[in-house]
């Protein structure tokens, strides 16, 4: 039998962490990024909470301009793509 994953709505890489390499990406890069590049612990969660929110978030990808939601937000020089920005 044939069986077809849905899209995930709603989810971060992290959430899908035991589908996919990409989180353990995601966090070598947060921890190796200089620390004035690197969004703040709280800061980064906020974004993150605010990308859960959006309808443009799809399976841990933002579908306005094609990044990882969580590779975008944990940079302080990045900011949301939307055209009325949630961070």
């Known amino acids: 039998m044939n069986e077809t994953k849905k899209l995930c709505r709603r989810c971060l890489l992290r959430d ?3 589908e996919n390499d990409y989180w353990q990406s995601v966090q070598r ?11 703040a ?3 980064y ?10 309808d ?8 306005q301009c094609g990044c990882y939601v ?7 020089d990045m ?3 939307a055209p009325d920005p949630l961070w």
């Not at 890069?29 to 969004?39: E, G, I, Q």
């Not at 978030?57 to 933002?62: A, I, M, S, V, W």
């Open 79 to 81: 900011h949301c793509p």
């Open 29 to 39: 890069y947060r921890a190796t990024m200089p620390r004035r590049l690197r969004t």
């Open 56 to 63: 443009s978030l799809q399976n841990g990808t933002c579908m």
């Open 45 to 54: 969660e906020a974004r993150l909470a605010a990308c859960r929110g959006c």
């Open 16 to 18: 899908m962490a035991d």
């Open 41 to 43: 612990d709280d800061a």
């Open 70 to 76: 969580e590779m975008r937000a944990a940079r302080t």
